[in-house]
């Protein structure tokens, strides 16, 4: 991964940002459709709510998604160092 910050213009329903980031522009218009499709599933599930509370709940699915991984890290990690460990037995 680079440490090179570029700026990638990306637009997030309907309204235009400039995302600066270490990350490619490939990774940033990635995320930015993955906004606008969540957003076009809330509100065709919810209309009647708040671009802020559309925001936040995003935002939730997005950290609940997050600490999922990591704990399926965690669990793949310790299943590796457990092989690991008996490999070094045999």
Do not use: G
């Amino acid at each position: 991964m680079t440490t090179e910050k570029r700026r990638v213009k990306v637009t997030i329903d309907e309204k235009d940002y400039t995302i600066i980031s270490n990350k490619s522009a490939t990774h940033i218009k990635l995320v930015a459709e993955t906004i606008n499709k969540q957003l076009k599933e809330l509100n065709e599930l919810s209309s009647n709510l708040s671009k802020e509370e559309q925001a936040i709940l995003i935002a939730v699915n997005a950290i609940s998604d997050q600490i999922d991984y990591q704990h399926q890290m965690i669990q793949l990690e310790e299943k590796l160092n457990k092989l690991n460990k008996n490999e070094k037995r045999s």
